[in-house]
């Protein structure tokens, strides 16, 4: 028998809940502490197959409060860490700038794919990570491997597009390739997702999450014009590479119909609805969703 606890360090998308500089409804309340919509912090899972040594899956802007909310990331020596790696699933600023804050001389390994260690090894400010402490390992599409002993999982391609700092000529928009990845574990007899990013559920994507115990996937907006409505941006999801919630081709009509134990909404946008009482939540709760939170913990149990 396994057990794996999965963590939410943090469930907001980039930015954060409240985003500094924005005065939307759910920003404003944010700030309220009569209001009893809390603070979320930008997106990260831990995980961890025993309790004791745990790997981080993208390393956000806001990783030393998310080390000091939870206990179990805490400093157990002098110079220690129980976290042991990271893996990263897409070059974001959001999932990758948290690495500068582990810069401090602390052994751990990141996994990534080629695509992603050539971003992190393009840009001098990373070589912070001494290499001689901070190893790189280079992670082939739909290969299994183990980031911690005891805990096997394989990364693979979903529709996504490059980072904003590196758009250009080619978005790679709603392409399937090693710029962004979902998470597979695989853990006795279940199987369980990690997907913050995503920009659309083709039929073999929706196949591969058929059957899993759980499923954490990319919650950005409600709909998918939410930004332009709000007056606080240009861009669709869709054009930032992420699917909607609702309406026609959002993930709630394309996960709903699929036998997943537990669905849980991450990555989500300071702007989206589900963050407070109201329509869209209810609508997202009586479809089987659950709304990630900051210190949101599922642990599965597994036959070997």
Known sequence: MTQVRFLVLGAAAGGGLPQWNCGCANCRAALDPVSGLKPQTQSSLAVSPDGDRWVVFNASPDMRAQIEANACLHPRELRDSPIRSVVVTNGDIDHITGLLTLREKQPFKVFATAALLETLGQNPVFQVLDPALVQQRKVGLDTSFSPLDGLEIRLFAVPGKVPLYLEGSDLKLGQETDDTVGVEFRMGDKRAYYI???GS????LAQRLEGAALVFF??????????????VGQKTGRRMGHMPINGEGGSLAALSPLSIGRKVFVHINNTNP???AGPERDLVEAAGFEIGHDGMEVTLVAQS
């Open 196 to 198: 913050p990013g995503c």
């Open 201 to 204: 559920i083709p039929p073999a």
């Open 218 to 231: 990319d919650g950005t907006v409600f709909e998918d014009d939410e930004m332009i409505r709000a007056g």
């Open 274 to 276: 589900i963050w407070r």
